[in-house]
């Protein structure tokens, strides 16, 4: 089955903490996308990659990394400077940026111990 | 920067129509799009439109565009319990590392039986 997988499905994280959330697609797109969503809110861009090695920072970059060392993965480091990391977090690609049709994976809820 | 807006809330009969509405501030925008969210899920999609059409059908949804006063509507005919979910619209905006996608806060469609 072609698609976007996204793991784990909840992540706890303690003060102080980094953690990595996962997002694979077999969809051979080269545009990968992460957005955060809070309760009754839009999605927001974190950070977009229009092919791989290459990333730009969306509207709320700060206190996330990502990096993009292969086609079919992206992966979202929510850093320590991230003070209110409690969110839904979703991941979604297109077959490229100038393709507008994005593809979202089933997110990843974060919450803080 | 680009805006869209919908209403926060629509209650609705099985059997009935529902009508979603969605404004958008920017006029560049290329694409238009519907997206579904079930609880705990990532975001499906369901239709979109090009900005140079005026509506589109696909089969049980319809979706009118007014370009000059902006505003969007997706409507669900016979619309039944498992059309209950939040529904965005989002508009697609070209820039120069791709296109940009803005979505509204999300309408929550509840259908009574």
């Known amino acids: 089955d072609g698609g976007i997988t996204q793991s784990p499905k909840y992540l706890f994280r303690k003060e102080g903490q980094n953690v990595t959330l996962s997002c694979e697609q077999n969809?051979?797109?080269?545009?990968m996308y992460w957005y955060r969503q809070d309760p009754g809110q839009g999605l927001r861009l974190i950070y977009y990659?229009?092919?791989?090695?290459?990333?730009q920072k969306g509207d709320i970059a700060e206190g996330y990394s990502v990096s993009r060392e292969k086609k079919e993965s992206f992966p979202l480091t929510v850093t320590s400077a991230q003070k209110n990391p409690t969110a839904f977090y979703l991941c979604?690609?297109?077959?490229?940026?100038?393709?507008?049709?994005?593809?979202f994976g089933p997110g990843t809820r974060l919450l803080v111990l | 920067g680009e805006d869209v807006e919908q209403s926060l809330f629509l209650s609705v009969r099985e059997g009935d129509s529902s009508v979603i509405n969605c404004t958008y501030t920017?006029?560049?925008?290329?694409?238009l799009y519907w997206y579904k969210q079930e609880p705990g899920a990532g975001l499906q999609l369901l239709t979109y439109?090009?900005?140079?059409?005026d509506m589109k059908q696909d089969q049980r949804l319809t979706v009118l565009l007014n370009k000059k006063d902006k505003h969007l509507s997706l409507r669900i005919a016979d619309t039944q319990t498992g059309d209950s979910a939040i529904y965005f619209c989002?508009?697609?905006?070209?820039?120069?590392?791709?296109?940009?996608?803005?979505f509204g806060g999300g309408t929550r469609v509840l259908v009574k039986p």
């Open positions: 969809l051979n797109h080269d545009a």
């Open positions: 920017d006029s560049s925008s290329t694409y």
């Open positions: 979604a690609s297109s077959r490229d940026s100038f393709q507008e049709t994005q593809y």
């Open positions: 989002a508009s697609s905006s070209p820039g120069a590392a791709g296109n940009k996608l803005t």
């Open positions: 990659s229009q092919i791989v090695n290459d990333f």
């Open positions: 439109i090009f900005s140079n059409m």
